[in-house]
């Protein structure tokens, strides 16, 4: 099998799309963590709800997109295509700020909830 360019970028694409669905399978199993008293956990760690990983899941992806991004930018000198670039770029964004209204969405809904 011969590696292209095009097919090292299938994972990053594959894992973007496995995210909903596997938001989907979590938030209809939740996970029951049993703590005993003396473990080392982090606090936060038995306290995530669904909220907290959906949104943890989002960063991740931003993560992952940023690492993408930094690695075309270091490489501008070598080969340089702007649509490219521009694309990068463009999902970049667009997972941040829907990174971003999630947070609000599940912050306002949190508040008209208790309210």
Known sequence: MRLTKSSLSVPAITDVAVAPATVHVLESNP???KVEASTD???WMTKVDFGGLKQKLLASIVA???IQVLK???NID???DP?????SVGVLLVFIVS????ALTDRWGAGHGSG
């Open 78 to 80: 070598a080969v340089f």
């Open 31 to 33: 996970i029951q963590f």
């Open 64 to 66: 992952i997109a940023a």
């Open 83 to 87: 649509q490219k670039m521009a694309w």
């Open 41 to 43: 956990w982090p606090d």
């Open 99 to 102: 990174a971003l209204l999630l």
């Open 72 to 74: 075309a930018f270091m």
